[in-house]
């Protein structure tokens, strides 16, 4: 009954090796987001689809992209990872306005 | 600025009571979130005011005042599956459902 996927949970990568994460969604949600939370932090947002009108926030670093090929995909592109960029990495979707619904994030180790 | 504060740490025992406790700044407000997030792990849902007064959800209640825009999050029977993180998240009008988090309370139950 997973409404928010996102693979793979645990991703290794090395310094400056392009990584994609992704995310999907059962729920048809029409906006889905990207969070980065660091430890003992809170999630911040990185941007957000709105259906396919993307939403960049103005601190999120051009290292990182997104891609929404349909309504049910999205995915994260870090061009270039540094070792800041350790993190899990969570999806969230909403119907606009509402709850939004959490993916289990998937945790990045840049090495 | 948004500003959403919270108390960083909380340690109450096993049967008792807590609340938690969150302000924020009230110009554009739309609704505020209740997340719990357990280490390690996405986070879920609690609860959703968007009117003032308290909405009660089995040993969970949530608390708004947006005169005064202060929430709490109000835990009764504590046990020892609620020591996780409490996140509390503003909506603001105009950012498409946007979610502003505060930097989380960690909650320690205790016998």
């Known amino acids: 009954d997973a409404m928010v996927i996102q693979n793979p949970r645990y991703q290794v990568t090395q310094f400056g090796k392009p990584v994609t994460l992704s995310c999907s969604q059962t729920l048809n949600h029409n906006v889905m987001y990207w969070y980065q939370q660091k430890s003992s932090q809170a999630p911040k947002l990185l941007f957000h689809y709105y259906d396919k009108d993307f939403n960049n926030e103005a601190d999120t670093p051009d290292n990182f992209q997104s891609r929404r090929p349909n309504t049910s995909f999205c995915f994260l592109d870090i061009r270039s990872p540094g070792l800041g960029d350790a993190a899990m990495y969570l999806c969230?979707?909403?119907?606009?306005?509402?709850?939004?619904?959490f993916g289990p994030g998937t945790r990045l180790t840049v090495l | 600025g948004q500003n959403i504060d919270q108390p960083t740490e909380m340690t109450a025992t096993e049967g008792a009571i807590v609340q938690i406790n969150c302000t924020y700044q009230t110009s554009g407000f739309n609704g505020l979130f209740w997340y719990q997030q357990h280490a390690g792990e996405a986070p879920t849902f609690l609860s959703y005011?968007?009117?003032?007064g308290l909405e009660e959800k089995g040993r969970f209640s949530s608390f708004l005042s947006r005169s005064k825009g202060y929430s709490y999050l109000l835990l009764k029977e504590l046990q020892m599956k609620d020591s996780a993180s409490y996140l509390c998240?503003?909506?603001?009008?105009?950012?498409?459902?946007?979610?502003?988090f505060g930097t989380g309370t960690r909650l320690q139950v205790t016998l």
């Open positions: 969230a979707t909403s119907s606009g306005g509402h709850e939004q619904f």
């Open positions: 005011n968007v009117l003032d």
């Open positions: 998240a503003v909506t603001y009008t105009g950012t498409a459902s946007k979610l502003t």
